[in-house]
Each structure stands twice: as C-alpha cells, then as structure tokens.
C-alpha cells in the first residue's frame, strides 16, 4: 500500500521491509518528508466493534420508532 504522499501523487511507493524501524518509504526519503500510512482496515479484519459502535450512537436509520396508529373498530 502506497503511502498518503505517494497515493496523492501517484508515484511508486517502495516501503521498506516491516522489521525495518524506519517505515519511510523511498520516495518520502529522497524528499526528508514524515512518511504516513492511510489507516485503512485490512480486508478479513473483523471489524465489528466499529458496526455496533454506531448502533450505540444512534446513527442507523431503521431505528425503531412507536408506532401511533389509531385503534381499529371493528364491528361483528
Ligand atoms: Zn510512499
Ligand atoms: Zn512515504
């Protein structure tokens, strides 16, 4: 994965080996920048403690509502 310099540029971004302390890619090293990394969730990464933080949030929609309807009448 590029890194946020390299992604807004769309240049090759070569990361150095993940055992290296310095994860500063290449091209963020020619040029002496901090090199960042997206904060993007891997795929297969279980990531359901997110789903129910938003349902503790408030934010779905299918929320459930009282319904108010009128009663029925119905003669027999
Ligand atoms: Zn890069
Ligand atoms: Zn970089």
């Known amino acids: 994965m590029a890194c946020l ?3 807004e540029r769309k240049i ?9 302390p310095d994860q500063t890619c290449n091209q963020c090293l020619r040029r002496r920048r ?3 990394y997206p904060t ?9 403690d997110r789903m129910t933080a938003r349902k503790f ?4 929609d299918d929320a ?6 009128p009663p029925v009448a119905t003669a027999g």
């Open 12 to 20: 090759g971004c070569i990361r150095p080996a993940e055992d290296e």
């Open 5 to 7: 310099f390299c992604r």
């Open 40 to 48: 993007e969730s891997r795929r297969g990464h279980h990531a359901r």
């Open 64 to 69: 459930e509502t009282p319904a108010t309807e």
């Open 34 to 36: 901090s090199c960042r």
């Open 57 to 60: 949030l408030g934010l779905d």
